[in-house]
């Protein structure tokens, strides 16, 4: 595995329900919206259809974008108000778009792995449906400087 | 105002205690992490020292990508197991730093709203330090559609 990633933070980016995902448009504008995922330790999953949807697939920003410049980055994080509470995990990676019936079985693996997670996509034909992949190449975090704590990076 | 908005998204954005904030390096890759913010119906101020920092402000990525790219986007919204409750609001506009003694006391008004909304502000010293205001030129909503409703278009 390319990255550094020690037990207690895989399990909070896993534990989390909702991640949002940043993405760059072909104008260099970013764009940000909530997303469900799933995370293996080395790419998390995201349908495109998790929701009931208006639009095409392929129209959505979010997979113009990507199809467009690959870099997305994905944070998860924890507010409250309690200051000392907050936390955060930020993720960079490359996405692509992984489709039904692919040569490696990934998308059947990545729905199986979405419906485990969320029993709301149980009932919803995301089987049908692409669904974004994202190497996940860095991850940075973030929590209040406590006592005794090396000096804490923020973005 | 060039921006559309109802008195119920505009609650929706004012009242939520954070979003994320989705920004472009230099080399067009984006990042996001989670803000405190308010917003006046055209500007959203976020003090870039909110918590605890080690580093120096100009050093926060953050600033640096607004120095290289000032397109910015901020997702204000709420996830519920319910996806029919699901909401987002996407806000997307020009970011700049501003800073505290500025011609039009544009800092320290920031600062008073920022200190109303958040009691955590009022002992800490974000009237001496950078914020980012972001001017709004867009702002996007989707929830699920439900009955009745005309198309709900979604990034």
């Given at each position: 595995m390319a990255i550094d990633l020690d037990e207690d933070t895989l399990q909070f980016i896993r534990a989390h329900r909702v991640g949002r995902l940043a993405t760059v448009a072909r104008?260099?504008?970013?764009s940000v919206i909530p997303i469900c995922y799933v995370f293996d330790g080395e790419r998390v999953y995201s349908s495109i259809?998790?929701?009931?949807?208006s639009v095409a697939p392929e129209q959505l920003k979010r997979v113009r974008n990507i199809s467009a410049n690959s870099a997305v980055a994905l944070v998860v994080d924890d507010y409250a108000e309690d200051w000392n509470e907050l936390r955060y995990v930020l993720l960079v990676g490359l996405a692509s778009i992984i489709l039904p019936g692919d040569e490696?079985?990934?998308?059947?693996?990545?729905?199986?792995?979405?419906?485990?997670?969320?029993?709301?996509?149980?009932?919803?034909?995301?089987?049908?449906?692409?669904?974004?992949?994202?190497?996940v190449t860095g991850i940075k975090q973030w929590a209040p400087k406590k006592k005794g704590d090396d000096d804490a990076k923020e973005d």
């Open positions: 104008d260099n504008k970013p259809d998790e929701k009931p949807k490696d079985d990934e998308h059947r693996k990545a729905v199986q792995q979405l419906r485990n997670k969320y029993v709301q996509y149980r009932d919803m034909e995301i089987d049908k449906r692409p669904i974004i992949r994202i190497l």
